[in-house]
């Protein structure tokens, strides 16, 4: 159901926000390339604008925001 799949993504952007921070601190010069499909476009994407340092790529197939 669309309702589940909105919590769902309010509750994990947080975490991928998170982790994709610390990724960069631990490798700061490295390239970050998000993409996703769907739903995991539009996170990809959401979390893509949220992120203090911007991702060197961002690939959405069938998503919008």
Known sequence: PPM?????AFAV???LLGALEE???GAPNAKLVLG???QG???ATDTAL???TAPAALG???GTL
């Open 50 to 52: 949220r992120l203090e």
């Open 13 to 15: 952007s947080p975490l």
């Open 23 to 25: 990724l960069q601190r």
């Open 41 to 43: 476009a539009m996170l």
């Open 60 to 62: 959405i197939f069938s």
């Open 4 to 8: 589940l799949r909105t919590r769902f």
């Open 36 to 38: 996703g499909f769907s």
